[in-house]
Structures are given as structure tokens and as C-alpha cells.
């Protein structure tokens, strides 16, 4: 489960790409990442019900 959030935030949501060598705008970029994937599965529980519990974040901008 947690490996799955994980992945998710990678490859999904861009954590992988942190955009600075400095460790405030890692910071800042890896708050707004977390809360763009929390607000990504909100809407997809509400929006699509338990079928989003499995989603990645890819198909579920896709899908909706």
C-alpha cells in the first residue's frame, strides 16, 4: 500500500523530477506534489467511488 503511494507520487505526480539542488524548493515542490495527489484521490473517491481505490494518478486524469 504504502509502495504504491509511493510509486504514485514518482511517476505520477512529478516527485521524481525535484527541480532544484536547493532543499527549500525541493521542500515546497514536494508539499504541493503530496497535495495534489491527496486532492487527486479525494476526487476520484468521490467522483468514481471504489473503483479510484486503485487508480494511479495517470489513469485517473485520463479517465476523468
Not at 14 to 25: Q, Y
Not at 35 to 50: D, F, K, S, Y
Amino acid at each position: 500500500m504504502v509502495e504504491d503511494v509511493i510509486r504514485d507520487l514518482k511517476y505520477g505526480v512529478g516527485v521524481n523530477h525535484l527541480p532544484s539542488g536547493r532543499f527549500c524548493a525541493n521542500a515546497v515542490w514536494m508539499t504541493l506534489n503530496v497535495i495534489a495527489h491527496n486532492l487527486g484521490r479525494w476526487v476520484g473517491r468521490i467522483g468514481l467511488g471504489r473503483d479510484a481505490t486503485s487508480m494511479t494518478t495517470k489513469t485517473l486524469r485520463t479517465r476523468c
